[in-house]
């Protein structure tokens, strides 16, 4: 059975190289970055918002293809309402493809850590455009909009991901293991 598999948290927490080392596993398996696509639209900057949630449609789209062929997608994302979680979730049951909702979760300090490292060393091309949106002094914010939504999802799976990013992984896997199928 295809796996649906939602990897959130705060921007600098490690979901997307975790989501992309996941979908590494698996053959054919879709890392998909939302990101990305919004920054492969043009002009997105004009509107970010707007360019945002026209990129998790695409997401969607995209999303549902690989699932309805049999196929896995993992998708690392900073998700702060429940909207687009719910949607993924309904596109898991259209595809009877396994759902698994995943947060990769930090305290303020250990986050404004990793956003300070990530401004002073990108290590992909798209910290450069998220070093501007975001910093370490919006890691409290960041921290909270989780442990807000996370009161919405209590069916989502916090992994601790204060350690390196092979723990993180590792404990990414032993969830993902203990899932209901």
């Given amino acids: 059975m295809a796996r649906l598999i939602l990897v959130n948290g705060a921007p600098g927490s490690g979901k997307s190289t ?39 449609r695409l997401g969607l789209v995209l999303a549902g293809e690989h699932l309805a062929a049999g196929l896995d ?47 002073g060393d990108p290590t992909r091309r798209e910290h450069g455009v998220n070093n501007q949106l975001v910093g370490p002094e919006d890691a409290p914010a960041l921290v909270q909009s989780i442990g807000k939504l996370l009161l919405s999802r209590p069916l989502a ?15 990414v896997r032993a969830a993902l293991e203990k899932a209901p199928k």
């Fill in 18 to 56: 975790i989501a992309h080392a996941l979908a590494q596993e698996t053959p054919m398996s879709l890392a998909l970055e939302i990101d990305t696509i919004k920054h492969s639209l043009g002009r997105w900057d004009d509107d970010s918002q707007a360019s945002g949630l026209h990129a998790r």
């Fill in 73 to 119: 997608v993992v998708i690392g994302q900073y998700v702060a309402r429940a909207a687009f979680i719910e949607q993924l979730e309904e596109l898991a049951d259209l595809h009877v493809a396994e759902f698994h909702e995943l947060v990769l979760d930090l305290d303020a300090v250990a986050l404004a850590r990793r956003l300070a490292r990530r401004a």
């Fill in 157 to 171: 799976h916090r992994v601790d991901a204060r350690g390196s990013l092979s723990a993180t992984l590792t404990r």
